[in-house]
C-alpha cells in the first residue's frame, strides 16, 4: 500500500505540468477486482476502475493536448472554455487514485495512534466520526464524494462533500486523507438505489495504514 500510495501521490501535482508531454495513465489496483467481497463486489470494481476511472483518464489527455494547443496560440478564450473538462476528468483521476488506495482487503475497525488521537481531538470520538461522515456522504445530492481532510491553516482534521469529481484539495484548500465515493457506479450493481447500505458496508474495508499515511 505504501508503495501505491507514494504513486498516488505523484498523480496530483502532474496534473499542473502542462509542459510535459507525458500522458496521464490509469494506476494499477494494489489487490484483486475480487479482493474486497462481499463488501464491494469485483463487478463493481471492474467497471468502476477499468471503465470508470479509465475514461477520465482518457479524457483528462485529450483535454490537456487540446489546452497545450490552445496555449501556444495564445487562444485564453479556448483555454476558459477547456477548463470543466480539466476540472472534471482531472478530479475523476486525483479522487480515483487516492480512492484505490484508501480502500484495502485487510481494512476496516479502527485507526490507531496519532489518527485515532486526532480524530478524536477534532470530533470527540470515532463513532462520532464515522456516523458524521457516514451522514455527509449520505447527503451528497446527485453524485459526488465525502471526504475527510486535513486543514493545513487549522491543523484539524476537517469532513467536507464535494459534487461531482471537484477535487478535495483543488476546490477547498483541504488535503485529502480518506475520500468516500457516492457515485451510483460506485455501488449501484450491489446495492442498487440504497446507498446507506454501501456506507455501512464501505467501512469494513478502509484501509487506516494508507488514510493514516497521507
Same mark, same amino acid.
Given at each position: 500500500?505504501?508503495?501505491? #500510495?507514494?504513486?498516488?501521490?505523484?498523480?496530483?501535482?502532474?496534473? %499542473?505540468?502542462?509542459?510535459?508531454?507525458?500522458?496521464?495513465?490509469?494506476?494499477?489496483?494494489?489487490?484483486?477486482?475480487?479482493?474486497?467481497?462481499?463488501?464491494?463486489?469485483?463487478?463493481?470494481?471492474?467497471?468502476?476502475?477499468?471503465?470508470?476511472?479509465?475514461?477520465?483518464?482518457?479524457?483528462?489527455?485529450?483535454?490537456?493536448?487540446?489546452?497545450?494547443?490552445?496555449?501556444?496560440? %495564445?487562444?485564453?478564450?479556448?483555454?476558459?472554455?477547456?477548463?470543466?473538462?480539466?476540472?472534471?476528468?482531472? %478530479?475523476?483521476?486525483?479522487?480515483?487514485?487516492?480512492?484505490?488506495?484508501?480502500?484495502?482487503?485487510?481494512?476496516? %475497525?479502527?485507526?490507531?495512534?496519532?489518527?485515532?488521537?486526532?480524530?478524536?481531538?477534532?470530533?470527540?470520538?470515532?463513532?462520532?466520526?464515522?456516523?458524521?461522515?457516514?451522514?455527509?456522504?449520505?447527503?451528497?445530492?446527485?453524485?459526488? *464524494?465525502? *471526504?475527510?481532510?486535513?486543514?493545513?491553516?487549522?491543523?484539524?482534521?476537517?469532513?467536507?462533500? #464535494?459534487?461531482?469529481? !471537484?477535487?478535495?484539495?483543488?476546490?477547498?484548500?483541504?488535503?485529502?486523507?480518506?475520500?468516500? !465515493?457516492?457515485?451510483?457506479?460506485?455501488?449501484?450493481?450491489?446495492?442498487?438505489?440504497?446507498?446507506? !447500505?454501501?456506507?455501512?458496508?464501505? *467501512?469494513?474495508?478502509?484501509? *487506516?495504514?494508507?488514510?493514516?499515511?497521507?
Amino acid at each position: 500500500s505504501r508503495a501505491a #500510495c507514494s504513486t498516488s501521490r505523484k498523480l496530483v501535482p502532474a496534473l %499542473g505540468v502542462l509542459g510535459s508531454r507525458q500522458k496521464h495513465s490509469l494506476p494499477d489496483l494494489p489487490y484483486d477486482y475480487g479482493a474486497l467481497e462481499p463488501h464491494i463486489n469485483a463487478q463493481i470494481m471492474q467497471l468502476h476502475h477499468s471503465k470508470h476511472h479509465a475514461a477520465y483518464v482518457n479524457n483528462l489527455n485529450v483535454a490537456e493536448e487540446k489546452y497545450r494547443e490552445a496555449l501556444e496560440k %495564445g487562444d485564453v478564450t479556448a483555454q476558459i472554455a477547456l477548463q470543466p473538462a480539466l476540472k472534471f476528468n482531472g %478530479g475523476g483521476h486525483i479522487n480515483h487514485s487516492i480512492f484505490w488506495t484508501n480502500l484495502s482487503p485487510n481494512g476496516g %475497525g479502527e485507526p490507531k495512534g496519532e489518527l485515532l488521537e486526532a480524530i478524536k481531538r477534532d470530533f470527540g470520538s470515532f463513532a462520532k466520526f464515522k456516523e458524521k461522515l457516514t451522514a455527509v456522504s449520505v447527503g451528497v445530492q446527485g453524485s459526488g *464524494w465525502g *471526504w475527510l481532510g486535513f486543514n493545513k491553516e487549522q491543523g484539524r482534521l476537517q469532513i467536507a462533500a #464535494c459534487s461531482n469529481q !471537484d477535487p478535495l484539495q483543488g476546490t477547498t484548500g483541504l488535503i485529502p486523507l480518506l475520500g468516500i !465515493d457516492v457515485w451510483e457506479h460506485a455501488y449501484y450493481l450491489q446495492y442498487k438505489n440504497v446507498r446507506p !447500505d454501501y456506507l455501512k458496508a464501505i *467501512w469494513n474495508v478502509i484501509n *487506516w495504514e494508507n488514510v493514516t499515511e497521507r
